[in-house]
């Protein structure tokens, strides 16, 4: 053997396999975990008042649904936007597994006033690879969902129906922008 030979099997014997990004062929940046990120638009909100309406009686139902469902999931961290829609949304679910909501604040985009800044979705995302290899439950609105689906690397980008507040998406986090997304229906119609 001869020592170029010996020295490049030395090399690959001491560093294990998985150290290294299949695509890069270079060690991992970081050691990010599979992270499981469900989430869901808020559920329905009452007509009244306009500026920040609470949950109407079927946005409460679908709230509790929302335990049966997620209860059992292993959620460690749930995140909501700051309107009370979002909040009671999040409230069943966080009283039973004894865990206080994150509300992070929502800034509009200045180019576009119907959607939410990158900034603000950016923060959402920084929270989520915060928490590397658990859980989380993010809870927004038809145009924060998609947004932040998209930006964890789903495969997947859905479009929300305003008057729709069944869907339930499960995203599974791989790597950090490689995702894959199933959705999935909860509470009634």
């Known amino acids: ?15 294990p396999v998985a150290a290294f ?13 599979a992270t499981t990120v469900f989430l869901i638009r808020h559920a329905e909100k009452a007509d009244a008042p306009k500026q920040d309406p609470p949950l109407s009686e079927a946005g409460k139902v679908r709230a509790s649904e929302l335990t049966r469902m997620l209860g059992g999931a292993g959620i460690k961290a749930i995140y909501s936007s700051p309107y009370k829609r979002a909040t009671e949304t999040a409230g069943p679910l966080a009283t039973l597994l004894g865990i ?39 809870i927004g609105h038809s145009n ?21 507040f069944d869907d339930l998406f499960v995203v599974t986090v791989y790597e950090k922008g ?7 229906k909860y509470g009634a119609k």
């Open 1 to 15: 053997m001869t020592t170029r030979t010996g020295i490049l099997l030395l090399i690959v014997m001491v560093l």
């Open 21 to 33: 990004h299949p695509q890069t062929g270079s060690a991992k940046p970081d050691d990010f975990q």
């Open 100 to 138: 206080q909501t994150t509300v992070l604040p929502i800034e509009m985009s200045t180019a576009n006033p119907q959607m939410v800044s990158p900034q603000s979705i950016q923060a959402i995302i920084d929270r989520i690879h915060s928490r590397s290899g658990e859980a989380a439950l993010v």
């Open 144 to 164: 924060t969902i998609p947004e932040v689906i998209k930006m964890l690397g789903g495969d997947v980008v859905p479009t929300i129906d305003e008057q729709k």
């Open 178 to 184: 490689k995702a894959k997304v199933a959705q999935l």
